[in-house]
């Protein structure tokens, strides 16, 4: 049986799970959080705790870049590294970077754009940085440095042909889009549990109180129940994180050239209660839940809303024990590290006890002996004779053995020479080729160009015919919908068909009102509503849609 400590850091909290694996199954035998001030006890204190002193470690990089490459499907396994540290370097250069200071790890997946290349996710990690990190766990059996966006969707066995996002809200956000059962991109965003975690740390003055808060806090929607003061307070520092990643996931989707059937969320802010309805309510005809480990059987005995916690810290443990997508680890093993175990044994002194008389040489003894003499003085005997004739035999066999292989050396060099010349006629050709392939694309770009300049006038000729009317349509359909407590204080088309409403009153439930009478009617698409602003016992709401 194997296991690996997964161990996830980020500012103030350490979360850990350690997983183990007999016969193709997982399980988790120990996980938990912690929040910490001196951050290498803390790591001491897990290992001590968790009984992994000689248990290999698996942990997240931080600071990661990724920059994605379209290559030839066509080039060999040989080229294909080739020309991906050739696209980075041309990126670097762009961005004025020095090439030389990355650690670089690549995967690759199909490009649904183009059935002839290859989509390459390039990760690179500045090699200071990452010492750092290697340097903290010296003395311990660090194994694996891996990226949370490219080993979280280990977590879970994906359907066949299912498209999905996972969010995955910890102190910074990754949005990893699965197609089809394998990782097609990763998106980070500066976002995360970590803003709304300071706010509320500011008041409580505790980040494992304003931890704790989190998990307790639920997230009201359109149907829920009135707010406390308490929940308005702690609400007013999460809901405009939430907010923002809601529209990032949006754009997200918006760009897929697949549908996205589910959206996965996992990470700090999904023990907030109610997230996934919330996610739910504003991301249209997709459904959204919370990521539980596949390989945890839920019952009333086991609360998964535990597991889900420590998720990250399960997926860089599942990673470390060389599931998932490999070649993104980025720690290099060492000598060491690629030795057997039974080489690691300790020999002890090979050297005889002195007192003790060696044992007589077979040689010195069969030179001693009357049987065989190195004296050439004396007549050869039956013996000496027999040795010779084998010698000269062996040394015939030697010769006749030295031509034949020479002569089939030979062979095989001119065949080499043919076949080398075969494959270089046939890459003059695949050049070729691949010149005429580029003179089409080049029309196809230029003709491709042209249509979309035409089809953007058209588009903007119905634009303007479309919205003559739709302005003054809203405002006819607002005067019936809107309920008597409430009042618009602004209406702004700040595009072609979005519009933004600014609206107050004194009542939650009558603002709730109006944003679902807007939904129902509907008076405009795509409906979303920020978080209530209360000031003087006056309740302010922003509304954003689409003019439909």
């Known amino acids: 049986m194997s296991s690996c ?19 193709e199954q997982l399980k988790v035998e120990s996980y938990g959080v912690k929040f910490y001030d001196n951050i290498d006890q803390t790591i001491k204190q897990i290992v001590e705790e968790t009984y992994s002193y000689k248990t290999p470690i698996s942990i997240n990089l931080s600071e990661e870049i990724y920059n994605y490459f379209n290559m030839f499907a066509l080039l060999s396994k040989k080229d294909l590294p080739k020309a991906i540290k050739t696209e980075f370097e041309a990126y670097c250069s762009d961005k004025n970077y020095n090439p030389n200071v990355f650690e670089t790890r690549y995967a690759i997946a199909p490009n649904v754009q183009d059935k ?31 990226p949370i966006g490219m080993t979280i969707p280990d977590v879970k066995e994906f359907e066949p ?8 809200i910890e102190e910074k956000t990754t949005i990893t889009t699965i197609l089809d059962q394998k990782v097609y991109d990763v998106k980070t965003l500066d976002v995360g549990s970590q803003e709304f975690l300071d706010k509320i740390n500011i008041k409580e003055n505790s980040y494992s109180k304003a931890y704790e808060i989190c998990k307790e806090t639920t997230i009201y929607t359109s149907d829920g129940r009135d707010l406390t003061d308490v929940d308005t307070n702690y609400l007013e520092d999460i809901m405009p994180t939430l907010y923002e990643i809601v529209g990032q996931i949006r754009k997200i989707m918006n760009e897929s050239i697949e549908k996205i059937d589910r959206v996965y969320i996992t990470g700090t802010a999904a023990l907030i209660n109610n997230i996934d309805l919330y996610f739910e309510e504003y991301l249209e005809n997709v459904k959204c839940e919370i990521l539980k480990p596949g390989f945890i059987k839920i019952s ?23 599931e998932g997508i490999t070649g993104i680890n980025f720690k290099k093993a060492s000598f060491s590290d690629r030795l057997p175990d039974f080489l690691k044994i300790e020999i002890g002194s090979s050297k005889k006890d002195k007192n003790k008389s060696s044992k007589p040489n077979p040689l010195e003894k069969l ?25 000269t035999g062996l040394l015939i066999l030697f010769f006749v053995y030295s031509g034949f292989s020479t002569m089939i050396k030979n062979q095989i060099d001119n065949k080499m020479d043919e076949a080398n010349k075969s494959i270089a006629n046939t890459n003059s050709q695949m050049k070729l080729i691949d010149n005429d392939k580029s003179k089409l694309q080049t029309k196809t770009t230029e003709y491709t160009t042209k249509i979309s300049n035409l089809q953007k006038v058209n588009d903007k000729i119905n634009d303007i015919n479309k919205t003559k009317k739709a302005i003054p349509n809203l405002l006819n359909k607002l ?44 008076v405009l698409t795509n409906v979303i509503s920020t978080a209530g602003q209360k000031a003087n016992g006056v309740i302010t709401i922003k509304i954003e849609g689409d003019l439909p």
């Open 5 to 23: 400590l997964g161990i996830y850091i980020e500012n103030n909290i350490i979360k850990y799970a350690k997983v183990s694996k007999e016969r």
């Open 161 to 168: 042909k299912e498209n999905a996002l996972i969010v995955n």
């Open 300 to 322: 009333p005995e086991i609360n998964i809303k535990d597991y889900v916690e420590v998720n990250s810290a399960i997926s860089l443990a599942i990673s470390g024990l060389g």
């Open 116 to 146: 002839e290349k290859l989509k390459v996710i390039h990760i690179s990690q500045n090699k200071i940085e990452l010492n750092k990190k290697i340097q903290r766990f010296n003395g311990y059996r660090l194994q694996d440095i891996s």
């Open 367 to 391: 030179l001693k002996s009357s049987a065989f003499t190195m004296d050439f003085n004396v007549p050869l005997d039956k013996v000496e004779k027999g040795m010779l004739r084998t010698a």
């Open 479 to 522: 005067m019936y919908i809107m309920p008597t407590g409430v009042q618009i204080t602004s209406i702004q088309n700040t595009s072609a068909t979005h519009i933004e409403i600014q609206a107050q009153s004194n009542k939650y439930e009558q603002l709730g009102f109006l944003v679902t009478n807007m939904q129902l009617e509907p």
